[in-house]
């Protein structure tokens, strides 16, 4: 098989899938798909290394992870560079709608990646550490945090509904 065809292949087969991963990170559609364009480039680049991963979807995927997380660190340091000198809005009344997405978003960046990865991507936990770089445990320990912080979060969404 062709580098071409080869490549093809996983873009097909991943594509849809890791725009989704990055979209669930970052919360805009564009910048997914910009994340996942540059990361499919960074491994036509490198085409020789992923071909000999032991899985060249994993580390396309961790690629899309951490393009995502660079970039929603750039976004958060020019929202506090706009934000300086101006007054925060004031906090949405209680009781106002959070969807899940929101919800999400509101987490940190690996609360969030592993959330996206085990159960959006329907990763198992050991491909969710090799993607992120840490071990199972710590994965598992994410997972369990996030959950309770999403509960918090959208637990009064439920009180209202009762």
């Known amino acids: ?77 020019l929202d506090r560079l706009l934000r300086r000198g101006a007054t925060d809005p004031d906090p949405p009344p209680p009781g106002e709608h959070l969807d899940l997405h929101a919800a999400i978003r509101a987490l940190d960046h690996d609360h969030r990646a592993a959330i996206v990865l085990h159960y959006l991507a329907d990763l198992p936990l050991d491909t969710v550490a090799s993607i992120v770089g840490v071990p199972v445990g710590t994965v598992k320990s994410r997972l369990s945090r996030a959950r309770a912080a999403l509960a918090r979060q959208l637990s009064p969404q439920e009180a209202d509904h009762a």
Do not use: C, I
């Open 1 to 77: 098989m062709t580098t071409g065809d080869w490549f093809e292949a996983l873009y097909q087969g991943s594509y849809r899938s890791f725009v989704l991963t990055a979209y669930a990170l970052l919360g805009d559609l564009g910048e997914a798909e910009e994340v996942t364009q540059e990361a499919f480039a960074v491994a036509y680049g490198r085409h020789g290394r992923v071909a000999r991963a032991d899985s060249p979807e994993a580390w396309v995927r961790t690629v899309v992870v951490n393009l995502a997380k660079r970039r929603g660190r750039r976004r958060a340091m």
